[in-house]
């Protein structure tokens, strides 16, 4: 069952019925999780786009639900280690989800979305809108432009970048991901505005550099992209 199908599937189940993620019984054995856990919580709660306390907390969730036998979950089939990294992915869904309740927290929308790239299409685009939106540094969408570009949609990064780069304030990285995504959709004119728009940036030295090494990547890409 795939990702998506598999939590909305989860989620219409009686929440006394579903332990994915949920933490378990304190025994000694587990003690230091749980206090490693109100740690990185709590570090989350100070600072929601914290990206070390929510891979390690992110590590605690999973490791709990990939452990979890059929017994504490009735949806579980055998305890395969295709089962175990779908209760696991699905334990960290829920946990972005719930961390990103927090108005300020970018960070936990894109892990979301990573998860629903290949199976919710509109929903990531969505969480990773939210993201960029949520963040005036840049960086979200740094992360989510690679994401997309990753995901093999340079196009649907284009569309996201175009809309909510702000080159005089944001991290000049946007701009390689959205001349790379230019690239990658064989639309090299459009990566020579994306390089020409870093001029506006408000330390032409510290991107000097940058700005040469998109360029010889453009160079390069028309060499290569018939009919340019």
Same mark, same amino acid.
């Given at each position: 069952?795939?990702?998506?199908?598999?939590?909305?599937?989860?989620?219409?189940?009686?929440?006394?019925?579903?332990?994915?993620?949920?933490?378990?019984?304190?025994?000694?054995?587990?003690?230091?999780?749980?206090?490693?856990?109100?740690?990185?919580?709590?570090?989350?709660?100070?600072?929601?786009?914290?990206?070390?306390?929510?891979?390690?907390?992110?590590?605690?969730?999973?490791?709990?639900?990939?452990?979890?036998?059929?017994?504490?979950?009735?949806?579980?089939?055998?305890?395969?280690?295709? #089962?175990?990294? @779908?209760?696991?992915?699905?334990?960290?869904?829920?946990?972005?989800?719930? *961390?990103?309740? !927090? %108005? /300020? &927290?970018?960070?936990?929308?894109?892990?979301?979305?990573?998860?629903?790239?290949?199976?919710?299409?509109?929903?990531?685009?969505?969480?990773?809108?939210?993201?960029?939106?949520?963040?005036?540094?840049?960086?979200?969408?740094?992360?989510?432009?690679?994401?997309?570009?990753?995901?093999?949609?340079?196009?649907?990064?284009?569309?996201?970048?175009?809309?909510?780069?702000?080159?005089?304030?944001?991290?000049?990285?946007?701009?390689?991901?959205?001349?790379?995504?230019?690239? #990658?959709?064989? @639309?090299?004119?459009?990566?020579?505005?994306?390089?020409?728009?870093?001029? *506006?940036?408000? !330390? %032409? /030295? &510290?991107?000097?550099?940058?700005?040469?090494?998109?360029?010889?990547?453009?160079?390069?890409?028309?060499?290569?992209?018939?009919?340019?």
């Amino acid at each position: 069952m795939a990702l998506l199908p598999r939590l909305r599937q989860l989620m219409r189940r009686p929440s006394s019925a579903s332990r994915v993620g949920a933490r378990r019984p304190t025994k000694a054995a587990r003690r230091g999780d749980t206090l490693h856990e109100d740690a990185l919580r709590s570090m989350l709660s100070d600072d929601p786009n914290n990206e070390r306390a929510f891979v390690a907390l992110a590590e605690i969730v999973r490791r709990r639900a990939a452990e979890a036998s059929p017994d504490h979950d009735p949806l579980s089939a055998e305890t395969t280690d295709t #089962e175990r990294q @779908r209760a696991a992915d699905l334990a960290v869904w829920a946990l972005g989800e719930e *961390l990103a309740g !927090n %108005p /300020r &927290a970018w960070y936990a929308l894109i892990e979301v979305a990573r998860l629903s790239v290949h199976d919710d299409h509109e929903g990531t685009l969505r969480r990773l809108t939210t993201a960029a939106e949520r963040d005036p540094s840049g960086r979200a969408l740094v992360e989510a432009l690679a994401l997309l570009r990753e995901a093999g949609l340079p196009v649907d990064a284009l569309g996201l970048g175009v809309g909510h780069w702000r080159p005089r304030e944001h991290d000049p990285e946007v701009a390689r991901q959205l001349v790379l995504a230019s690239i #990658e959709a064989g @639309r090299p004119l459009e990566a020579k505005q994306h390089i020409a728009a870093l001029d *506006l940036y408000p !330390n %032409p /030295r &510290a991107v000097a550099d940058l700005k040469a090494e998109l360029a010889r990547d453009v160079a390069h890409a028309e060499q290569t992209i018939p009919g340019t």
